[in-house]
């Protein structure tokens, strides 16, 4: 699966932005997608994922409450609203595909497909 992320960008603290992720190939509609971050000096994070009917959603405790994640499978495509947006959240956003269907437990060692990344910066 090839991944295409885009919709980065410069914000101000309190802003939305929202990115888009097409998938090209593979078995983007059996699978769970999400976003992972790095930060900079910092390690790759999960941040939202969703299972592959759309119908499970994780998020990690730093964006629940202001990021949502979604999908559609009609259009091989994943998306990250993000509202509410703190410097913090500073960071190249992955799109990423997990090697499996279900949320749960996920980590970074279990996608197999990582999109080209797309940079956000908020300021204060």
């Known amino acids: 699966v090839q991944l295409q992320a885009c919709g980065g960008g410069l914000v101000q603290a309190g802003g939305s932005l929202r990115l888009s992720c097409a998938a090209s190939?593979?078995?983007?509609?059996?699978?769970?997608v999400g976003w992972v971050r790095q930060g900079p000096g910092k390690e790759r994070d999960l941040v939202a994922i969703?299972?592959?009917?759309?119908?499970?959603?994780y998020y990690a405790d730093s964006v629940k409450g202001r990021f949502t994640i979604s999908r559609d499978n009609a259009w091989n495509t994943v998306y990250l609203q993000m509202n509410r947006l703190k410097p913090e959240d500073t960071a190249v956003y992955y799109c990423?595909?997990?090697?499996?269907?279900?949320?749960?437990?996920?980590?970074?060692?279990?996608?197999?497909?990582w999109g080209q990344g797309t940079q956000l910066t908020v300021s204060s």
């Open positions: 969703i299972s592959s009917s759309g119908g499970v959603t």
């Open positions: 990423a595909k997990s090697r499996w269907a279900r949320v749960a437990n996920t980590k970074t060692s279990d996608v197999d497909s």
């Open positions: 190939g593979g078995t983007f509609g059996v699978s769970a």
